[in-house]
């Protein structure tokens, strides 16, 4: 965790006293709500279907139990007694008022916690992997760099009005578990030959209405010149990006119209002046942020405990769990545990305070006071000692946050979609629910294997449809609620833009539609080896969709010949 | 009027806006006084404005117009002002600082157009000292604003080192 200095909290206490005195302002008609718009929404406040939205900032998804704790409290006192993790390693509170939002944000600061550039048109929220510092494919430990760029980002005089937003990820591990490549900027943090580390620069990746994946225009800058290289990047595109039309305004269009070579060739040079100027990064401040990340207390334990193998051989729910939700840990004898925010009927990524505190307990007692959210919309335990699984097994249990069906069918992604956002064209949460229902036999579950399932309620793309297994995306049919289902998209190291199947359907329908896409995958598999998205890739998406739309094509005429004969 | 803030204080203004006529005609200089111009019309009538035999210059530029543009004139010049569309725009904030750091201006930055309260923390921090604030804004109270935050990690043209360089050099 990483632990503010004097300088970090007055920044944050500052920011709460400007908040305020710009709600006040507002709120005695001193400042007009267009003028007061993206003051609210560079502090998380959105205007949304109920209420005001506040979106709370986890930065790159690290998280103290008390900082848990203060947010079941905000859920508590100042909204409806739960929050929402979104896959942007935030928390979103649905029914806040605008006149408490000050005081959240001040509580928050208390705990070290703030809402700043949260959304708004800056750069937003800094993502990395939810195992970053613990998974045993790591090359280089990820956190340091994402304070480092947290900092940097944090009142950025330059890039506050920017064209649009602007999301930066890191990831630091063989696997890509952090989206890089459909970020404005995605960083790969690597060792160069002599062990040094430095970043592979990606940009003009992002999802959206013109879902686009990254490209590399820097296959290694080494360390030092982090920062006066997004510099040049913010600068080409604060310039140069376009402005004119709010949906051609990220950075992603800007490559595209001006191609990745004009755009890094601009890049370098703008950085030409830049480079080793005052940003050049120096060790001392690498290792000054470094020391200020508390970090476990390891014991020394043996690779696999007794105790953890014997339950696994004795309990199959335990085995099941423990197959899904424990990942590996660098350190012998520890695992990373996933709490499941996917339990059937609970909206993905919803958490009740109640929960929230629970796991603020579970994180003190098992793994070392400290949690992360992920961008599946899940807790991570990343400490855990694999003797105390078991226990945390039952207690995880107990409070419904031990659901085994992490990269499964049911572990859902979906956005909060029509039940809250007033941007929907349609509703996810009942339909990730009816998905969840369709699929809630466990063994079905793991027989099906691997599989991503996201669901967006517009094209806005904030449940990931384009890079789901299966995608599901609410569309808007004369007034109607309707859903395009994608298949073959995928995140991570072989990230790729699923494709359309064909028209769109009814939300009583997907479930059947999803069943189908299922049946042909089990069907068509050579071992349960093969995983869907491996299937789709190797036969295409033709015999997929000959099973959803022939039986569908025939159903309507089932329909039709039943009304003809009423 | 736009209330005039320099240098974090409230001012009189004594320049004098000219730009082309509606029908696209150049407008006729006057012989003295201050006068701030826009860009075509600088690269247009230079020449006609530096032969005047009083007062000063300056030209401003707009959101979508390049610094380098005026970098070898800034000799002649006394003021250089950056129009905002709106505030939301935020290209002049890029604009200032290569004004600032590439080409050396250390005259008088001007944020001119759409500029309230709220933006000049951001907007001193990136080179400007002079604000043209809309009407209908407390200028008193937009004083305030300059001391929003009082540290900045960042390198900028008012503390161009970084947090980072200058706690170092505070602990040496
Ligand atoms: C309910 C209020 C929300 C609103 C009004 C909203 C609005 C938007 C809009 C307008 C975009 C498109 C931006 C563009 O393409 O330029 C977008 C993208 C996105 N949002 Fe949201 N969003 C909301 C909630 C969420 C939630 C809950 C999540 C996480 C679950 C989320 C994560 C994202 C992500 C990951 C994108 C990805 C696309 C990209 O940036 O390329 N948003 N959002
Ligand atoms: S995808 Fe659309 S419906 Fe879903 S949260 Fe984003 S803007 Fe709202």
Same mark, same amino acid.
């Given at each position: 965790?990483?632990?503010?200095?004097?300088?970090?909290?007055?920044? &944050?206490?500052?920011?709460?006293?400007?908040?305020?005195?710009?709600?006040?302002? @507002?709120?005695?008609?001193?400042? *007009?709500? $267009?003028?007061?718009?993206?003051?609210?929404?560079?502090?998380?406040?959105?205007?949304?279907?109920?209420?005001?939205?506040?979106?709370?900032?986890?930065?790159?998804?690290?998280?103290?139990?008390?900082?848990?704790?203060?947010?079941?409290?905000?859920?508590?006192?100042?909204?409806?007694?739960?929050?929402?993790? *979104?896959?942007?390693?935030?928390?979103? @509170?649905?029914?806040?008022?605008?006149? $408490?939002? #000050?005081?959240?944000?001040?509580?928050?600061?208390?705990?070290?916690?703030?809402?700043?550039?949260?959304?708004?048109?800056?750069?937003?929220?800094?993502?990395?992997?939810?195992?970053?510092?613990?998974?045993?494919?790591?090359?280089?430990? #990820?956190?340091?760099?994402?304070?480092?760029? !947290?900092?940097?980002?944090?009142?950025?005089?330059? %890039?506050?009005?920017? #064209?649009?937003?602007?999301?930066?990820?890191?990831?630091?591990?063989?696997? =890509?578990?952090?989206?890089?490549?459909?970020?404005?900027?995605?960083?790969?943090?690597?060792?160069?030959?002599?062990?040094?580390?430095? %970043?592979?620069?990606?940009?003009?990746?992002?999802?959206?209405?013109?879902?686009?994946?990254?490209?590399?225009?820097?296959?290694?800058?080494?360390?030092?010149?982090?920062?006066?290289?997004? =510099?040049?990047?913010?600068?080409?595109?604060?310039?140069?990006?376009?402005?004119?039309?709010?949906?051609?305004?990220?950075?992603?269009?800007?490559?595209?119209?001006?191609?990745?070579?004009?755009?890094?060739?601009?890049?370098?040079?703008?950085?030409?002046?830049?480079?080793?100027?005052?940003?050049?990064?120096?060790?001392?401040?690498?290792?000054?942020?470094?020391?200020? %990340?508390?970090?476990?207390?390891?014991?020394?334990?043996?690779?696999?405990?007794?105790?953890?193998?014997?339950?696994?051989?004795?309990?199959?729910? %335990?085995?099941?769990?423990?197959?899904?939700? &424990?990942?590996?840990?660098? &350190?012998?004898?520890?695992?990373?545990?996933?709490?499941?925010?996917?339990?059937?009927?609970?909206? #993905?990524?919803?958490?009740?305070?109640?929960?929230?505190?629970?796991?603020?307990?579970?994180?003190?007692?098992?793994?070392?006071?400290?949690?992360?959210?992920?961008?599946?919309?899940?807790?991570?335990?990343? $400490?855990?000692?694999?003797?105390?699984?078991?226990?945390?097994?039952?207690?995880?249990?107990?409070?419904?946050?031990?659901?085994?069906?992490?990269?499964?069918?049911?572990?859902?992604?979906?956005?909060?979609?029509?039940?809250?956002? *007033?941007?929907?064209?349609?509703?996810?949460?009942?339909?990730?629910?009816?998905?969840?229902?369709?699929?809630?036999?466990?063994?079905?579950?793991?027989?099906?294997?691997?599989?991503?399932?996201?669901?967006?309620?517009?094209?806005?793309?904030?449940?990931?449809?384009?890079?789901?297994?299966?995608?599901?995306?609410?569309?808007?049919?004369?007034?109607?609620?309707?859903?395009?289902?994608?298949?073959?998209?995928?995140?991570?190291?072989?990230?790729?833009?699923?494709?359309?199947?064909?028209? *769109?359907?009814?939300?009583?329908?997907?479930?059947?539609?999803?069943?189908?896409?299922?049946?042909?995958?089990?069907? !068509?598999? $050579?071992?349960?080896?093969?995983?869907?998205?491996?299937? &789709?890739?190797?036969?295409?998406?033709?015999?997929?969709?000959?099973?959803?739309?022939?039986?569908?094509?025939?159903?309507?005429?089932?329909?039709?010949?039943?009304?003809?004969?009423? | 009027?736009?209330?005039?803030?320099?240098?974090?204080?409230?001012?009189?203004?004594?320049?004098?806006?000219?730009?082309?006529?509606?029908?696209?005609?150049?407008?006729?200089?006057?012989?003295?006084?201050?006068?701030?111009?826009?860009?075509?019309?600088?690269?247009?009538?230079?020449?006609?404005?530096?032969?005047?035999?009083?007062?000063?210059?300056?030209?401003?530029?707009?959101?979508?117009?390049?610094?380098?543009?005026?970098?070898?004139?800034?000799?002649?010049?006394?003021?250089?002002?950056?129009?905002?569309?709106?505030?939301?725009?935020?290209?002049?904030?890029?604009?200032?600082?290569?004004?600032?750091?590439?080409?050396?201006?250390?005259?008088?930055?001007?944020?001119?157009?759409?500029?309230?309260?709220?933006?000049?923390?951001?907007?001193?921090?990136?080179?400007?000292?002079?604000?043209?604030?809309?009407?209908?804004?407390?200028?008193?109270?937009?004083?305030?604003?300059?001391?929003?935050?009082?540290?900045?990690?960042?390198?900028?043209?008012?503390?161009?080192?970084?947090?980072?360089?200058?706690?170092?050099?505070?602990?040496?």
């Amino acid at each position: 965790m990483y632990l503010y200095d004097a300088v970090d909290q007055r920044l &944050v206490d500052e920011r709460v006293a400007q908040f305020r005195d710009q709600t006040r302002r @507002f709120l005695a008609g001193e400042l *007009s709500e $267009d003028n007061f718009r993206p003051l609210r929404l560079q502090n998380g406040l959105y205007i949304q279907r109920f209420a005001p939205m506040l979106r709370v900032a986890i930065p790159y998804g690290l998280l103290a139990s008390r900082q848990l704790r203060a947010l079941a409290h905000i859920a508590r006192k100042w909204d409806r007694g739960y929050g929402h993790f *979104s896959t942007r390693q935030n928390i979103q @509170f649905n029914w806040v008022k605008l006149e $408490d939002v #000050p005081d959240i944000l001040a509580h928050l600061a208390s705990v070290q916690m703030h809402a700043i550039q949260t959304s708004g048109n800056c750069i937003r929220n800094t993502t990395t992997d939810h195992l970053a510092g613990v998974a045993p494919d790591e090359i280089v430990d #990820p956190l340091v760099w994402c304070e480092l760029i !947290r900092q940097w980002s944090t009142f950025h005089p330059e %890039f506050a009005y920017l #064209p649009r937003k602007f999301k930066i990820a890191v990831s630091g591990a063989e696997n =890509d578990r952090a989206a890089i490549q459909v970020h404005d900027i995605g960083l790969q943090a690597l060792r160069g030959a002599n062990g040094e580390t430095g %970043f592979r620069v990606l940009v003009g990746g992002g999802l959206g209405r013109t879902p686009v994946i990254g490209t590399a225009i820097r296959e290694f800058l080494p360390w030092p010149h982090l920062l006066s290289y997004l =510099d040049a990047i913010l600068r080409v595109y604060n310039r140069h990006g376009r402005r004119d039309n709010k949906y051609k305004a990220r950075i992603k269009i800007l490559v595209r119209e001006l191609t990745p070579e004009v755009f890094r060739a601009q890049v370098d040079a703008e950085w030409a002046h830049l480079k080793d100027g005052p940003s050049t990064l120096t060790a001392a401040e690498v290792g000054r942020i470094t020391q200020r %990340f508390t970090r476990p207390q390891y014991q020394k334990l043996e690779a696999l405990s007794v105790h953890y193998t014997q339950a696994l051989a004795r309990e199959r729910g %335990f085995a099941n769990w423990a197959g899904r939700n &424990v990942h590996p840990h660098k &350190v012998p004898g520890y695992a990373a545990v996933t709490l499941s925010l996917k339990k059937t009927g609970v909206p #993905p990524g919803d958490a009740t305070a109640d929960q929230m505190d629970a796991v603020a307990d579970l994180a003190d007692r098992y793994s070392f006071g400290e949690l992360r959210v992920s961008h599946e919309q899940n807790l991570i335990l990343s $400490d855990v000692k694999q003797s105390d699984l078991h226990a945390l097994w039952q207690e995880a249990k107990a409070l419904g946050l031990a659901t085994p069906n992490i990269g499964l069918i049911t572990n859902i992604i979906a956005c909060p979609g029509g039940d809250f956002c *007033s941007l929907a064209n349609a509703k996810s949460i009942p339909v990730a629910e009816a998905i969840q229902r369709r699929f809630d036999d466990l063994d079905y579950q793991h027989d099906i294997g691997e599989l991503d399932l996201n669901i967006s309620g517009c094209m806005n793309s904030c449940g990931h449809h384009h890079v789901g297994h299966i995608g599901i995306l609410g569309v808007d049919k004369q007034g109607a609620e309707f859903y395009q289902i994608s298949i073959g998209g995928a995140q991570g190291n072989a990230a790729a833009l699923g494709k359309v199947i064909g028209p *769109s359907f009814a939300q009583d329908e997907v479930p059947d539609v999803i069943e189908k896409l299922i049946q042909t995958y089990l069907a !068509r598999r $050579d071992s349960e080896a093969e995983r869907f998205i491996d299937v &789709v890739r190797r036969i295409g998406i033709a015999p997929f969709k000959e099973h959803v739309y022939g039986n569908a094509d025939q159903k309507r005429e089932n329909r039709n010949g039943q009304l003809a004969a009423a | 009027m736009a209330t005039l803030i320099k240098n974090a204080k409230i001012a009189t203004d004594s320049w004098q806006r000219l730009d082309r006529a509606t029908d696209g005609s150049l407008p006729s200089v006057p012989a003295t006084g201050d006068v701030l111009v826009s860009l075509p019309l600088w690269q247009a009538m230079a020449g006609e404005l530096l032969g005047r035999n009083g007062g000063r210059l300056g030209v401003w530029l707009d959101g979508s117009e390049d610094p380098a543009q005026i970098a070898d004139s800034l000799e002649a010049l006394s003021l250089v002002a950056i129009h905002f569309a709106q505030f939301t725009d935020g290209r002049g904030y890029s604009t200032a600082r290569l004004l600032r750091e590439r080409h050396g201006w250390k005259g008088e930055l001007r944020a001119i157009g759409d500029i309230q309260r709220d933006q000049l923390f951001y907007l001193s921090r990136c080179g400007f000292d002079a604000f043209e604030l809309n009407d209908g804004l407390d200028p008193q109270g937009a004083l305030s604003a300059f001391t929003d935050f009082t540290e900045a990690y960042q390198t900028s043209v008012e503390r161009p080192l970084p947090l980072f360089r200058r706690r170092v050099a505070e602990a040496v």
